[in-house]
């Protein structure tokens, strides 16, 4: 069965660092997203894309963070500068179709961001 | 804001017991999501449920929607080790395609 994978599974870095978050979506899908969860608390939204464009963004998703799709098959979320409260598990997932009416959201394993 | 919540936060219950978790949300949605996250680990998806659909199943998973009452109730029945594991539900309400997840109920299934 096919599935999102991200890599590295674990980034430490140092803050005021830039990092590079990498997934690969489900191959058929349009859709690619980016939550993060901090530890104990909710998974939250970051930011969508479709059509080689953001869809739309959250209000974490400051100037700091940026995605790219830079060939066929990655999607990945940058941080310019790190700071101690990126860190966080970061879950990359990709659909089929979004929009209204919004079809299942495949998440990867996440990649849990340390910074120091 | 729109938002899910699962109730209890936390259930413990003995193995080959049935397992319900409830989520409320505040505002008209699209289709509702519940996802299994074992510790440390990613989110698994388990149901899509949509707002013109009553109950699904899938397995031992019951998932019932009640637009009503803007709620939504997963039910594991004949519960294994192996789910022990954090649910969340997880809605679209909006005309964009992010979900918004819920704080989670923290299933522990006792031997």
């Known amino acids: 069965e096919p599935e999102v994978t991200q890599t590295p599974s674990h980034q430490v870095t140092q803050m005021g660092q830039e990092v590079i978050l990498r997934c690969v979506p489900i191959?058929?899908?349009?859709?690619f997203y980016w939550y993060r969860q901090i530890l104990g608390q909710k998974v939250e939204f970051l930011v969508s894309?479709?059509?080689?464009?953001?869809?739309?963004k959250s209000e974490i998703f400051d100037d700091q963070f940026s995605v790219e799709r830079p060939d066929g098959s990655n999607f990945t979320l940058k941080i310019r500068s790190t700071k101690l409260e990126d860190s966080a598990m970061y879950f990359c997932?990709?659909?089929?179709?979004?929009?209204?009416?919004?079809?299942?959201?495949?998440f990867g394993p996440g990649t849990r961001l340390t910074v120091l | 804001s729109q938002q899910g919540e699962e109730d209890p936060q936390a259930l413990s219950i003995q193995e080959g017991e049935n397992a319900t978790m409830n989520c409320s949300y505040k505002?008209?949605?699209?289709?509702l999501q519940w996802y299994r996250q074992n510790s440390g680990r990613g989110l698994v998806h388990l149901i899509l449920?949509?707002?013109?659909?009553r109950e699904k199943h899938s397995g031992r998973l019951r998932v019932t929607l009640d637009t009503s009452k803007k709620s939504s109730s997963l039910l594991i029945t004949a519960s294994r080790a192996a789910d022990t594991a954090s649910y969340f539900c997880?809605?679209?309400?909006?005309?964009?395609?992010?979900?918004?997840f819920g704080k989670g109920t923290r299933l522990h299934i006792l031997p």
């Open positions: 997880a809605t679209d309400a909006g005309e964009d395609d992010k979900i918004i």
């Open positions: 191959s058929n899908h349009l859709y």
């Open positions: 997932a990709s659909g089929l179709a979004g929009g209204r009416g919004t079809d299942t959201q495949y």
């Open positions: 505002t008209s949605i699209n289709n």
């Open positions: 894309f479709y059509n080689n464009e953001i869809s739309e």
């Open positions: 449920i949509r707002s013109n659909e």
